[in-house]
């Protein structure tokens, strides 16, 4: 997967589209990430002895694909590549051609 935790993404498709956020979790296996503060999903839980009832907001994950990674420098949406610097595998951006880790 290509995008990382801490990474500035903007979401490309569903519900909140053209809205951005940073990555929160991501889950590899499943070819998700949370981003924070979108994607937002209520559920319903019922009063115990240990908490009140109420509607829980969180945010759900999202596919992969619906996102696209933020280049830090320009602000725009770019597709992530890989390269070798130093000996080290390294993510860029690959409209701006910048390093991103």
Do not use: C, W
């Amino acid at each position: 997967m290509r995008i990382k935790t801490g990474d500035k993404v903007r979401i490309i498709a569903g519900k909140d589209k053209g809205k951005e956020g940073t990555v929160l979790k991501t889950m590899p296996k499943a070819d998700k990430v949370v981003v924070e503060g979108l994607n937002i999903a209520k559920k319903h839980q019922k009063a115990s002895q240990m908490s009140t009832g109420g509607m829980n907001e969180f945010p759900a994950p999202i596919h992969v694909s619906n996102v696209q990674l933020v280049d830090p420098s320009t602000g725009e949406t770019s597709r992530v590549g890989y390269r070798e610097e130093d000996g080290k595998k390294v993510r860029f951006a690959k409209k701006s051609n910048t390093t991103l880790n």
